[in-house]
């Protein structure tokens, strides 16, 4: 176990369609976070798992976007109905505990194109 | 909400020398941890420093240091004896007692052989 996975690298769809991210934490971090990022911004928080459940979400976090975390190891982020607007860097981050002092261990990220 | 500053959005500095990233935030908490993120170009940000804001000592990590000016609410990021893979997007960021981190926009770091 290397770090934070995300999958895939680059997606590229079309306006209207569905998408669905992949993120596998370190396996000992009981907290998950998403994160977009958009060109020439940093992180925008959008929602974080400890375990299975989804404790926090933003309220960038529109009605087309669902996150899941079934058995509190991976996680999907799903889009539905992609508007140009979705195009960003989607980032997955992980950590260990519950202390504020803590950094998280970030994914290379996936970075969605909507054309 | 909290807010993360950074105004140098790009930044270059000369191989071996040194160089200054600044950052300010605002935040009417007294307990809160701040860190710095390094973003290479299509690479995963790192954790470069952190620091816990109840401790008055400037964090060091190598070659990186921070300058802490909890009054001034200021926390810069000084890098000595630059090197050409400290070229990247460097982002400050805030954390306190919750669960999501507050990004500045972050300052692109040119190192020039």
């Known amino acids: 176990d290397t770090g934070v996975s995300q999958n895939p690298r680059h997606k590229i769809t079309k306006r209207g369609q569905n998408v669905t991210f992949r993120c596998d934490p370190i396996?000992?971090?009981?907290?998950l976070y998403w994160y977009r990022q958009t060109l020439g911004q940093g992180p925008e928080f959008l929602t974080y798992?400890?375990?299975?459940?989804?404790?926090?979400k933003s309220r960038l976090l529109s009605d087309r976007f669902s996150a899941e975390r079934p058995k509190g190891s991976f996680s999907t982020l799903e889009i539905q109905r992609t508007e140009q607007g979705d195009s960003a860097m989607y980032l997955c981050?992980?950590?260990?505990?519950?202390?504020?002092?803590?950094?998280?261990?970030f994914g290379s990220g996936t970075r969605l194109t909507v054309v | 909400a909290q807010t993360v500053t950074q105004s140098q959005p790009e930044m270059s500095v000369q191989e071996a020398e040194t160089v200054t990233l600044s950052c300010t935030y605002d935040t009417s908490e007294s307990d809160y941890y701040l860190f710095w993120y390094k973003q290479p170009p299509s690479r995963q940000m790192i954790l470069v420093i952190r620091q816990e804001a109840y401790k008055q000592q400037n964090a060091t990590e190598n070659r990186f240091s921070v300058n802490f000016q909890k009054a001034a609410k200021s926390f810069s990021l000084k890098i000595s004896d630059s090197q050409l893979g400290d070229a990247a997007m460097y982002f400050c960021?805030?954390?306190?007692?919750?669960?999501?981190?507050?990004f500045g926009t972050g300052t692109s770091l040119t190192v020039i052989p």
């Open positions: 396996s000992e971090h009981n907290r």
């Open positions: 960021a805030y954390r306190s007692y919750g669960n999501q981190f507050y």
């Open positions: 981050a992980s950590s260990l505990g519950d202390r504020e002092s803590y950094g998280y261990t």
């Open positions: 798992f400890q375990n299975e459940a989804q404790l926090e």
